[in-house]
């Protein structure tokens, strides 16, 4: 299928060699809470809508019932650290696999490979159906150079995991930077993927400092994440209290 | 995907900066109703009809047998007090989101830019799932400036409604013409969207009139509208009755 | 979309204003029948080929273990009472709604208006969920004009029959055929629907023969016409045996 | 649908008229299990990936945690005693009809017109959902001239086996193999259908062994073609004790 991917530019900015962040809506939206968050907080500038017949034929309103288009965005910050970086953002990710292919395929050949990126970091979460205390990082790699580079910078790379491989954005956009020969990382917080993960965010965000040679304020978010560890606590409770009931069941 | 929408012109009207106003099937077809409705009284001519394969492959047959494909058809209509008018009409709207996507987006580009349109509107229905008696016209619009004009003309702005945003050709034409600068709004119709709501394309047209400095002869509409008001009275009442009937439920 | 629908021409017969006569897979297959057969009677010569993604990625065996890859075919006659006959004849339909349209959009813009048809007659059934002992054979026109000339030839015009409509390629190169000034029509053969009905195709037959001023031999299809009659017969035999117990039902 | 498949090319081979097997995912993988074991056996060497928007948007990881992008692979191996053979390999068929065909299309166009296939082999199983002891190699041709000389290589005719015909890759190519005039064969390795089957295996590659005029050590297949031996008596040895209870079971 041809596609008709729609890239609108607000501005067309001067960048040396970006790093380009995804962060897209996946497990535990972990990937997109750590881009959103650490775009906003560098004081990043749009500079590029996304649209496509892939992403759903909707509207939402803001608060002035002003329409804003189902579609995903290009974010750009200079001299971070002295890095440009640019992020891709969105609330949404194509709405067939088919369409996830051609806007990443489209977004590749048209936007990133002019850019002469230096490398992609695709975030996601990493959801493993159990409550998780303290979130890992891990991490999948287009070529295995990069792999000790970021242990250093604290990714666990564990054989095997995630079992069933990387889907969407996160996987094709690392997958087309393998490619073009740009080198590429996924970066999955660990999350039970049961509810939105600020917690496991927070890890995320650590790394993503720690390659970047910077720090920035978290408070916002370590709020969020203390609620996470609240909840999760509460889970865990109710959990034991149900397994000893049940190991108790014979005696009531 | 590319797009095979054609559109085949009857005629080739010459018209001034029109407005263009869009009727397609959706909630309580309020907004169709209405279209259809205000594009009859005004005596329009219809100049064109839209194909595309994501219309179902379907033809019709009228009392004569003979057939009319499934499309959406263009009419206008000159020097509506000053103003010159564009329908789209139908009774269908693409079968999948992609369809309903590229054939907005090939009515943009194909028709709609070469017209220089002075004004969107694009009509619909806001389904609240509950009985309405006295249905409000709901209005997003593509640009802060527009809310005021429209509240003005009897157009209530809630923030936040509808919540779910809105979907199909309405939500489409509003953000293209957001996107190439066209000042654009769609209305909505209030409707229980239980049934085909005439009242609700009542109030909207009483908006229409206001917008256009027009007014037209509603009686025809008014019959099916008060057939609406006798509906809902009854519906109220069986509600009522019901919930007595539980209330004094541990009685009986 | 844009299509990849493949013609692959064995032979490009010269041919003078031809008749299309279509004949795929429907209801009660009876429109497929009446082709095949006719196509066959005439003495018909295949000349080319039709493939599209839209049909399934299928081959088929012969008894020889020779593939057969799912296609339509065209086949052509010359001069049957001073007329030529191409035939659109297949064991498939595109797969999907947008599948039909594209590939009768590529047949009529690639192959039928290249060849100045003189008429069109798609051949479908008409499913009335009910036996059928005497079939009528109903019409659709894409012109007005046709209409008399028709039911001179025994076609029956019925408002509002099929009330909903007619699809397939039946319905698309009839409307096709309006949009391009062909006089079109499609026969449709009434039938349960139930079963694979010779005998409504019989009746299609004695229709196409008065149109084209022919008479072919149809004995092969009276004997299965017959079976049909038998088991009408038979379902109807047993319909009443249930109804007269369920009447009798309050005695037993 | 246009097709955005992507062919990457690690190096362009010389090749004489080369031989082309498939073996890719399918009924028992018995295809994709012999074109594998054959294309490592004899040494052959990847020189090309095939991406496309119907593979799933997946990338799995290594045990280096480096990522490998779903795709279909193009192999080669020079003079195999005289001929030069290509492989197309890989984990995945297209997700939908429309894709398969698309791919298979485009890689039919793009890559093995250009190369002037001597003859195409398209590797399958034949699914009799019934315990196999001694599978036969089923054949289908593009035409039967070649019938017989795979007689002769111990491939099986059976008219009217499969039944239901042969559905995706190995049908398409086979297919556009007839298309385009290139000698075509699918080779259909029996089996019961219900578990990867090694043992079906063996039996095709005796077949391409015998076609070839070559043999290879399958030693390491030999070894799971005898799980396959014993996990079939031990399924036929409960049914036969199931069946003998069932006789029995008015006795009990």
Request: negative net charge.
């Amino acid at each position: 299928m041809g596609s008709t991917t729609t890239i609108r530019y607000d501005s067309y900015p001067e960048l040396d060699r970006p790093i380009l962040i995804e962060g897209l809506p996946g497990i535990g939206n972990v990937g997109k809470i750590t881009a959103d968050f650490l775009c906003e907080k560098l004081g990043s500038k749009k500079f590029a809508s996304v649209y496509s017949e892939s992403f759903p034929p909707l509207v939402m309103l803001d608060n002035d019932c002003v329409v804003h288009m189902a579609c995903n965005e290009l974010w750009y910050v200079k001299d971070v650290n002295g890095k440009d970086i640019v992020f891709l953002r969105g609330n949404y990710q194509g709405s067939t696999p088919e369409g996830q292919y051609l806007i990443c395929d489209d977004l590749m050949k048209d936007v990133f490979l002019r850019m002469d990126l230096s490398y992609i970091y695709t975030l996601g979460g990493y959801g493993t159906g159990q409550m998780v205390t303290e979130p890992r990082v891990l991490g999948a790699v287009s070529d295995i150079a990069l792999k000790m580079e970021l242990e250093e910078k604290g990714v666990t790379f564990s054989p095997g995991e995630p079992a069933a491989g990387i889907v969407g954005a996160s996987a094709l956009l690392i997958a087309f930077g393998q490619m073009y020969g740009i080198p590429s990382a996924c970066l999955m917080g660990e999350t039970s993927g049961y509810f939105v993960d600020h917690k496991s965010a927070v890890a995320m965000l650590q790394v993503l400092e720690s390659i970047l040679g910077i720090t920035v304020d978290k408070s916002d978010l370590d709020v969020k994440s203390q609620q996470i560890d609240e909840l999760t606590a509460k889970v865990k409770e109710i959990e034991t209290t149900q397994n000893n009931r049940e190991d108790l069941g014979y005696i009531g």
